[in-house]
């Protein structure tokens, strides 16, 4: 098997460059037939980390991939390639919860397994649920859009149920936006803490009753041994 088929040397030492530079590894797009081969490795940041990678370090990234490859045949072979290194594009599909936790923030349009559409922004992703808010933006003649009737603002939508998402490009973010992340990010963890609380709870309660069931129970056995 070739490199280009294996991938797992390429795939470590583009690791062990990119954790250098704060960068990941997000995918690896290999192309190959009617010429040189192409490799396409897309970067981006850690999943926790919001805004976009910084240019002058996946830059730097690429050059010493680049002398990697050169030094040693085994992380693509001895045949010339085409490296190219790139960060994700707007029109990237979300699909995985890390594209979610890196969109935090972002303006997007989704669709539900259920054809419903919305615009809205991802504020929070609590493990594999979205928390949104609603923006339906704008008509033609610049006014703003209102919500149906009876349509929340703030809704919750499991990634499992979401069958199509992307960003929608923006160029005038909300002025309170790193406020709204803050407030979203305090709610979810408040939101996970009452939840442990509550398991606790009903953990004590399934305790106490265990114990008085049992007390119950050796009550005959005593009154038992007394009569004998």
């Known amino acids: 098997m070739s490199a280009l088929d294996d991938q797992t040397i390429l795939r470590e030492t583009a690791t062990r460059v990119l954790d250098a530079h704060g960068l990941v590894l997000e995918d690896v797009e290999i192309r190959q037939g009617g010429g040189m081969p192409q490799v396409r490795l897309i970067v981006d940041l850690p999943e926790d980390q919001l805004g976009s990678a910084d240019l002058d370090a996946v830059a730097e990234a690429s050059r010493e991939l680049s002398e990697a490859v050169d030094a040693d045949d085994a992380v693509l072979g001895s045949a010339p390639v085409l490296l190219e290194v790139t960060t994700p594009g707007v029109e990237r599909e979300l699909t995985a919860p890390r594209h979610f936790r890196r969109s935090r923030g972002r303006l997007l349009i989704l ?11 991802l504020l929070a992703v609590d493990g594999e649920e979205l ?35 992307r960003v929608e490009v923006e160029f005038d973010p909300p002025e309170d936006l790193a406020q709204l992340l803050a407030d979203a990010e305090s709610a979810t963890a408040a939101g996970a803490a009452a939840a442990i609380g509550d398991e606790a709870a009903d953990d004590e309660t399934t305790t106490d009753d ?7 129970t050796a009550a005959p056995g005593a009154d038992a041994q007394k009569e004998s």
């Open 111 to 121: 669709t539900a397994a259920d054809g419903t559409a919305f615009r809205a922004r």
């Open 131 to 165: 928390h949104l808010r609603q923006e339906p933006g704008r008509d033609d003649r610049g006014r703003p859009v209102k919500l149906p009737a009876g349509t929340t603002e703030h809704l919750r939508l499991p990634i499992a149920e979401v069958t199509g998402a």
């Open 210 to 216: 265990a114990t008085t069931t049992n007390d119950a």
